[in-house]
């Protein structure tokens, strides 16, 4: 999900990001009004069950990968 979507959704819910907020603040800030976790990014070794959430893909990405090895 692209920044700009990002926005429009805090927004959209009255919430004010400022300039230079990353998109891991922005979406944890719209999980936390939603009542939900602000869990975005930080899914271990890859893993989330949260199937349906629309931050799924992005949040995977940015996760930290953590090495077994």
């Known amino acids: 999900m692209?920044?700009?979507?990002?926005?429009a959704m805090a927004k959209s819910r009255g919430l004010k990001?400022?300039?230079?907020?990353?998109?891991?603040?922005?979406?944890?800030?719209?999980?936390?009004?939603?009542?939900?976790?602000?869990?975005f990014a930080r899914a271990e070794v890859g893993y989330c069950d949260q199937e349906g959430c629309i931050f799924r893909e992005d949040c995977l990405?940015?996760?930290p990968k953590q090495n077994n090895g």
């Open 17 to 39: 990001l400022g300039v230079g907020t990353t998109k891991i603040h922005a979406v944890r800030t719209i999980q936390l009004d939603e009542g939900n976790f602000d869990c």
């Open 61 to 63: 990405s940015l996760a």
């Open 2 to 7: 692209k920044m700009t979507e990002i926005r």
